[in-house]
């Protein structure tokens, strides 16, 4: 990596930083530029202006969020999909929380988006698109549960949305530090979908 890429790296870095622990409209461009060792003036050689640097970390922590990274549906077999289910969303708490600056972020960026919905709908609609994405795999993961004979076929739709609230919820709970029993819920939402 050349040093203008580095440097590009470490300006996103301090404003996913910034973000997360001051919150978007609290961020300045001096406060980044303060906290990279360079004057303001030199971090618009990598950005214009806050709002293309809100757009670039927007799009850098939601490029590579994907369900798959997650629940790996070529991977479920009859005799593995709920275990594949259950390890699949604790992987997925598990690394969120263990980031808990990436949650700060995404509750932030959900505040930032219903906030410039009116302006933008970009951010809104690309969040919106994460959150299909997730109830689509879901219903993906069901309806091979179906196909093996594990669960009957209703509501698929309805109950992949149960599972992708849960998580959303499970992290909820945990961005506000409350003490759950993450693994047995999941594990109970599980059994109440697929039965």
Known sequence: MNKG?????????????????????KT?????????G????????????????IKKV??????DYTFEDYFHLKDMTKENLIEKLYSGGMDYIKEIQEQDILLNLLSEFTLYANRKKEVDE?????????????????????????????MEKNNIQAK??????MLDNILNYKMLNMKIEE??????????VIK
Do not use: C, H
């Open 183 to 192: 693994a047995t819920i999941w594990k109970q939402t599980i059994t109440d």
């Open 58 to 63: 927007f799009d850098y922590i939601f490029e």
């Open 122 to 150: 970009t951010y809104i609609e690309k969040i919106k698109e994460v959150q299909q994405m997730f109830i689509d795999g879901f219903a993906q993961v069901l309806q091979k549960a179906v196909e093996f004979g594990l």
């Open 38 to 53: 360079m004057s303001k003036p030199s971090l618009y050689y990598y950005v214009e202006s806050k709002d293309e640097l």
């Open 160 to 165: 992949a949305g149960v599972l992708a609230l």
């Open 5 to 25: 890429k580095e440097t590009y790296q470490r300006v996103l870095d301090v404003a996913i930083y910034f973000f997360a622990k001051e919150g978007i409209q």
């Open 28 to 36: 300045s461009f001096a406060m980044i530029a303060k906290e990279l």
